[in-house]
Structure formats: structure tokens, C-alpha cells
């Protein structure tokens, strides 16, 4: 009996354990049916890929208008007028009357050379002088003193010849005098070196107390250039020429012998071409081991800005061109093909137009083929555009009121962020599907 007590006291401990174990499975049961609901919600809110707007890109249409036709060259620099100061007589430099790199006047004394040898010739050659016209003056009394002789008989014909002879040596030694003090004049006078024209004159190459002119052979002295006007060289090429000539004969374009061709310079610092000039010289003929024609162009230069040497930049206007389309600088791109824009069609494709170029009209660029008035280039913004792909033009002046502080702005920039994307435009996901947890995190965020 006590056995039985004990396994009836037993049973309903064992009870509560098997409902106990029930409860959980429910609870578990509970839990799996809410999770499995809730999978259900995430499926049927699917984080799907939202491709980025096309990016923005400022468009205008190229600018037309009349250009003045250039041909572009490079070239040097020379002095107008240009001397090399030599020592014409031999003695020892005397005087140097001038600081280096002098701006000198004409037949300013430069250069003294010893005078005193000179001078000393110069009054041997005035005595021998004196002592010939003595001579002769004697001479011509005897021709006059026998010729009366003559008429009466006195003297013999053989004597008057001889006294006339003697006459006309007398007036060759004259003569002959009379040069050799010209010359030893001369040879004073190249003993002062003078400047032989207005200009700027070098260093001295050689100093007082060295003996110059040896051995007959002249010695330089310094150098002296003409910079006002000065002169540009250029060479034309054979293409070139036969456009201009081209022109000549279409349409009169100027010829410098007859109207002046004006010429603008400029140097390697310079903007622009600043300086104004003309052409004075064309060669005859093309060169036909450069196939080039030499041109000069000649410059006031009051404001020594040009020197002899230097490199300009040289623009021959040879004509006006009509209507002719203009873009930008930063426009034109640079490909192994040569140069092209960037053009947005009606569909908002970009293409790569190949152009060639005329001139340069300060920040713009003549485009002469490969663009219609109607094109709407790329001008800013181009790092954004690919050829092939597709953009959002914009108008210039709309992106420009865009961006003043009354505008309004024109839409996102081209870093704005879409669907949580990244300030490149992308998608915030990099490509790749967004777990269950960003899904829900974005769709919290919607309104």
C-alpha cells in the first residue's frame, strides 16, 4: 500500500513537466508563423535598382559672327640698322667716350686713336704741297718768259717745249701732293670713330692703351643697332602663299606695294598681339630648300619693348571671314585624330565631332569645318560627358541664371544624391541588392 501512495503522489508531478514542454513548442510554433509572416512583407517590398538621371551638362550653340582671317607665324627679331664699330687706322686707343650699353646720337665721338702720328702727316702733306705750287709757280714763269723769247727769235723752239714740259710736272706734283694731304687728312679723321647712325651701342671690346688695327687689319671696337623702327622676320609657307595669292586674285586682298598689310606681334609673356606693325619685304621666290617665302614686317617699337633676337608671334590679316562659327577654348578636345567638340543631339547623345580650326579670337577658336549654327556644343561640364552616352543639356543661359543668387536652381547637380545614393550620382547600394534591413530603412524614410 505505501508502494502505491508513492507512485500516485508520483504521477501528477510528472504532469506540469508534459504541460510544460507544450507551452514552448506553441510558443516556438507562434514565433516561426510571425517570422515566416513577416519574410513575407520583405518579399513583396523588394529593394529594386533605380538607374541615376543622365548627368547635366552646359550646351550652347556656337557663336557666328564676322572674323578678321589671320595666317599665324613665328619669327625673330632684327635691328633696323646695325654697325660694327672698327678701327680703321693702326695706333693705341686713346679715349672711349661712352658707357656701355649707351643710347648715342648720330656722329657722337666714341673712340679716339692716338692723333699725334697723324697730325704729323697731315703737316708733311700741306708742306710738300706748298713746295709744288712753289715749283709750279716758277715753272709757269719760265713757259711765259720763253714764249715772248720765242716771237722774236731769241730762244729756240726745243727750249720752249722743254719749259712747257717742265710746266706740266710741276702740275703733276701738285696734284700729287694734293692727294697725299687728302689722304693723311683722311687718316686723321678715322682716328675719331663717330657713331654712324642714332642708337643704342654695346660694350667696348677694347680698352684704352691697346694697340688697334695691326698689321692693316681692321679691329672691333663695340657694336651699335638701329631699335627704332625695328624689323621682324618670318617665313611663309608654300601652302600659304598660294592662298594668299589665291585671295589676291578672288577677292583683292592688299598687297603691300600698294596698300600697307598691317602685322601684330607679340612676345612669349604677352596676351594678344600688342604691337603694330606692317610688311616691307617679300622675297621673290620660295625658297627651295625650306620651301618657305621670307617675309619682313617692320614695327615703330617707341617703347623698346622689342629687342634684335627675340621670338614674337606674328598675325597677317588677309581677309574677313562672314558668319564664321566660334566656341569656346575650353571646348575643343585633343584626340590622335586631331581636334573635336562635343556635341548633345536631339536625342541627348553626346558625339565626338571632328572640326578643323581657323583662327584664334582671344578665348574663342574659329571652328572652319565640322559645325552647323544649329549644333549644341559642349562647354562645360565635359568631364561628365562621354561620347555615346546619354546627358540632361542645359542651356548656357539657363545654367548661368541657374547660378546667380536670384535663380533658381536647375534642378539636382550632378553630385546630388538619388535613392540614397552617393554624391557621384550612384545608387547608395554600389550595384549590389540591398538586404532586408536597408530595405526597410528606406522605405521608413519615404514620405
Known amino acids: 500500500m505505501e508502494m502505491r501512495g508513492d507512485t500516485s503522489l508520483t504521477l501528477p508531478m510528472s504532469i506540469p513537466r508534459n504541460g510544460g514542454r507544450g507551452s514552448r513548442s506553441s510558443g516556438l510554433l507562434a514565433l516561426a508563423v510571425v517570422m515566416a509572416a513577416l519574410l513575407a512583407a520583405c518579399d513583396e517590398q523588394k529593394n529594386a535598382y533605380v538607374a541615376p538621371p543622365p548627368p547635366e551638362v552646359t550646351v550652347a550653340p556656337p557663336e557666328k559672327r ?33 658707357d656701355d650699353g649707351q643710347t648715342v646720337e648720330k656722329d657722337k665721338l666714341l673712340f679716339v686713336i692716338e692723333q699725334a702720328p697723324y697730325v704729323a702727316a697731315v703737316d708733311q702733306a700741306e708742306a710738300g704741297l706748298m713746295k709744288a705750287e712753289a715749283e709750279l709757280s716758277q715753272a709757269k714763269i719760265t713757259t711765259d718768259r720763253l714764249q715772248r723769247a720765242a716771237k722774236t727769235g731769241a730762244v729756240s723752239k726745243q727750249q720752249l717745249d722743254e719749259a712747257t714740259a717742265q710746266e706740266e710736272v710741276a702740275q703733276g706734283e701738285v696734284r700729287s701732293r694734293q692727294a697725299q694731304l687728302e689722304e693723311a687728312a683722311l687718316n686723321l679723321s678715322y682716328t675719331e670713330v663717330r657713331a654712324p647712325f642714332a642708337g643704342q651701342i654695346g660694350r667696348r671690346l677694347v680698352d684704352p692703351g691697346n694697340y688697334v688695327g695691326a698689321g692693316g687689319a681692321p679691329t672691333k671696337l663695340a657694336m651699335i643697332d ?20 589665291d585671295m589676291q586674285r ?13 602685322v601684330h606681334a607679340a612676345l612669349q609673356d604677352e596676351d594678344g ?3 603694330e606693325g606692317k610688311v616691307d619685304y617679300v622675297a621673290s621666290g620660295i ?17 623698346n619693348i622689342l629687342l634684335p633676337g627675340v621670338f614674337v608671334r606674328l598675325s597677317v590679316p588677309i581677309g574677313t571671314n562672314e558668319g564664321a562659327l566660334l566656341v569656346p577654348q575650353l571646348a575643343l578636345g585633343t584626340s590622335q585624330a586631331g581636334r573635336y567638340v562635343l556635341v548633345v543631339g536631339d536625342n541627348g547623345v553626346v558625339e565626338q565631332r571632328p572640326v578643323k580650326l581657323g ?28 561620347p555615346g552616352a546619354k546627358v540632361t543639356p542645359v542651356r548656357q543661359q539657363q545654367a548661368a541664371q541657374a547660378a546667380s543668387p536670384g535663380g533658381s536652381p536647375g534642378g539636382t547637380e550632378g553630385g546630388a544624391k538619388t535613392n540614397g545614393g552617393d554624391e557621384t550620382g550612384g545608387n547608395g547600394t554600389s550595384g549590389k541588392r540591398a538586404t532586408g534591413a536597408e530595405a526597410g530603412a528606406a522605405t521608413a524614410n519615404k514620405p
Do not use: C, W
Open 359 to 386: 583662327s584664334r579670337q582671344g578665348e574663342m577658336q574659329v571652328v572652319s569645318e565640322g559645325l552647323k549654327p544649329d549644333d549644341l556644343v559642349v562647354v562645360n561640364g565635359i568631364q561628365r560627358a562621354r
Open 66 to 98: 564676322d572674323v578678321v582671317q589671320t595666317l599665324n607665324f613665328t619669327g625673330n627679331t632684327s635691328a633696323y640698322l646695325s654697325a660694327e664699330l672698327v678701327a680703321r687706322v693702326p695706333g693705341f686707343l686713346d679715349k672711349v667716350l661712352f
Open 287 to 303: 625658297d627651295p630648300n625650306t620651301g618657305t617665302l621670307q617675309v619682313r614686317a617692320i614695327f615703330p617699337n617707341d617703347d
Open 250 to 262: 578672288k577677292k583683292g586682298a592688299p598687297n603691300y606695294r600698294t596698300n600697307p598689310v598691317p
Open 226 to 245: 638701329q631699335l627704332k623702327p625695328i624689323y621682324a622676320y618670318f617665313n611663309v609657307d608654300e601652302a600659304s602663299v598660294l592662298r594668299v595669292k
Open 273 to 275: 598681339y600688342p604691337h
